[in-house]
């Protein structure tokens, strides 16, 4: 069934570059550097609402096994492009909801699991979350760990005291609405299915 994500597959990248720039390869360093800190290396790692691949490809380059899990397929259309472009073989793929983790992955597999960048604000009911909260437990080896920062890019009157000015310089400069147009990502998701 089509997911509204699917609808801006194509873009999202480039959304993200011209919105949030410099920070979001900020906040990409400083998580990888955190997973690095508490992952086992080589280890297990399930990315969910992994997106087009932003934390999950350079985690799968450094030597961790990674699972992508997304609700759009599309999404992860463009993240095995990338993968394939970029040479990253044995990433996993899974189109689902984090609300269906029970059902769709294996017990106790997992060293980590992410869930970055807004992807706990789609979970809408405490329902959602609890259903998430029980099918990543499942999916995880004991002892093991959920790592989802509540960090959001700061926004115009939603600034926290500790967040970095610079980056948000930015991004009042590039707030203003721009057309971006389809096929930017450069890859053709149907060859990546
Ligand atoms: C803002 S993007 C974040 C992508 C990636 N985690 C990152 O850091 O760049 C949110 C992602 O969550 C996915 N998503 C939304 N609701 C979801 C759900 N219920 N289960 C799994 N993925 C979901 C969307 O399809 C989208 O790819």
Not at 6 to 18: F, G, L, Q
Not at 60 to 80: C, F, H, K, N, P
Not at 114 to 130: P, T
């Amino acid at each position: 069934m089509p997911n509204a994500h699917d609808s801006w597959a194509d873009v999202y990248d480039e959304v993200n570059r011209r919105s949030f720039g410099g920070f979001l390869d900020a906040l990409t360093s400083r998580t990888i550097h955190a997973v690095g800190s508490i992952a086992p290396a080589g280890g297990r790692i399930l990315d969910i609402g992994a997106g087009t691949g932003r934390l999950a490809l350079p985690l799968a380059q450094r030597g961790y096994r990674l699972t992508a899990v997304d609700a759009s397929s599309e999404m992860l259309a463009i993240l095995r492009c990338k993968a394939a472009r970029l040479g990253i073989g044995g990433l996993r793929t899974v189109t689902a909801s984090a609300v269906h983790l029970l059902t769709t992955l294996p017990r106790g597999e997992f060293d980590l699991a992410l869930l970055v960048f807004s992807v706990v604000s789609y979970l809408v009911s405490e329902q959602e979350l609890r259903r998430a909260a029980v099918g990543i437990g499942n999916a995880l080896a004991d002892d093991r760990y959920i790592f989802s920062p509540a960090l959001t890019p700061p926004c115009r009157g939603t600034r926290r005291p500790e967040e970095p000015t610079p980056s948000r310089r930015r991004h009042r400069r590039t707030a203003a609405p721009e057309r971006v147009r389809p096929g930017r990502s450069g890859y053709d998701p149907r060859r990546c299915r």
